[in-house]
């Protein structure tokens, strides 16, 4: 049999208990979900502001169709780019205070499109121990240097910059680290970059609408570059880049994802924009969150340990993936859809639980949520 690596890398897999497979929900997916018939609660979305199911953004998202097509149907660089492109371009240009912002069908691509455009042969990229597997794939598919800093760690990440004076330097960090649940400290990470005279880039996936005032994130006007998507908080599909002018014009001629793909739908870019108003004016979501994850926090035992967080992830490490495989069963059987996170996703022997608590979640949930963990983490 040709490729005989296919069967034997499963095999592994199931070894390990790392075998994944996917599941089929049925109807609308949001705070509850239908699987097998089954209904439970779902707190494994990145739903994070429970906006997947809104009646104005369902709107929009008609209105766009019929007004700008369902599809692109080419590049953004041949015919595929119109005015619902551009009118979400300069929405999030103004709501983040940036110069201009590129489109991308997902926050892979986009991430893979930066880390290779300005991966260039005299280039250093300094990575966090803990970005997404997007950007390290796009960096070590570049020409650059790559170098990863301890986690959070800018005295290690100092200490890489100046081994390496005259080189051009992009750090790279997210806003909250998507299995941890822990966020940057933007402002030390770009002290950094100043002291090295670098370039900062930051992935906002998991902070955009759910940080800042008006939801835009955690990153300041100091960070060079910002990546976020619209399929989590927003609620829609696709991503973009938020950067200068002359960085603009660079991807436009130079990011293979941004040229070579079909612009994202003119009818999800009509409803992302949507997304985006309610996300700048409903406050109140962001409010529920925290108040949820105080409640969380306060209803588990003392004996179950939370990583650090000030996100709507909350992960509880069991360590062995086959803990967290049984854990996440024991919970089905009670109703909760929780899905357990394995490697490669996390490190070996930090399999875990990721929670994410959502503004569509309410009180009940979330003492029911606590008390089943209470009850099969023991």
Not at 368 to 378: G, P, R, S
Request: aromatic share 8%; hydrophobic share 40%; proline share 2%.
């Amino acid at each position: 049999m040709k490729f005989n690596f296919i069967a034997e890398r499963l095999a592994q897999q199931t070894e390990h208990n790392r075998y994944r497979q996917r599941v089929t929900i049925e109807g609308v997916a949001g705070r509850t979900i239908r699987i097998d018939g089954n209904a439970y609660l779902n707190f494994s979305s990145n739903d994070y502001l429970g906006l997947s199911n809104h009646p104005e953004i369902q709107a929009a998202l008609r209105d766009g169709a019929s007004n700008y097509g369902v599809s692109a149907s080419a590049s953004s660089l041949v015919t595929g780019f119109n005015y619902a492109h551009q009118a979400l371009e300069a929405t999030i240009a103004e709501w983040l205070g940036r110069e201009r912002v590129l489109l991308f069908n997902s926050g892979f691509a986009a991430n893979q499109a930066v880390m290779h455009a300005l991966g260039q042969q005299d280039v250093l990229l300094l990575l966090d121990k803990l970005s997404h597997a997007s950007i390290i794939d796009g960096a070590l598919a570049s020409s650059a240097t790559v170098k990863r800093f301890r986690h959070n760690d800018y005295l290690h990440l100092a200490k890489l910059c100046n081994n390496a004076p005259q080189q051009d330097k992009l750090i790279v960090s997210e806003g909250v680290f998507s299995m941890d649940g822990d966020e940057v400290n933007c402002h030390q990470l770009c002290e950094v970059a100043t002291q090295a005279n670098a370039m900062s880039y930051l992935d906002e996936a998991h902070s955009i609408g759910i940080k800042g005032d008006l939801g835009q994130g955690i990153a300041t006007t100091e960070v060079d570059i910002v990546m976020a998507t619209f399929g989590k908080a927003l609620a829609t599909n696709g991503a973009f880049v938020a950067c200068s002018e002359s960085l603009h014009e660079y991807l436009i001629n130079f990011a293979r994802h941004y040229i070579y793909s079909t612009a994202i739908s003119p009818a999800i870019a009509w409803a992302t924009k949507r997304s985006i108003e309610l996300v700048q004016t409903e406050k109140w979501r962001r409010e529920k969150l925290q108040s949820l994850t105080r409640l969380f926090k306060t209803s588990l035992n003392d004996d179950i340990t939370l990583l650090p967080t000030t996100s709507s992830i909350h992960a509880i490490n069991v360590q062995s993936e086959t803990k967290a495989l049984a854990v996440s069963e024991q919970l089905k059987q009670k109703g909760i859809w929780l899905t357990a996170i394995r490697p490669p996703t996390v490190p070996k022997g930090t399999s875990r639980l990721r929670v994410t608590i959502c503004a569509n979640h309410n009180d009940k949930d979330i003492k029911y949520l606590a008390k089943c963990l209470n009850e099969v983490l023991v």
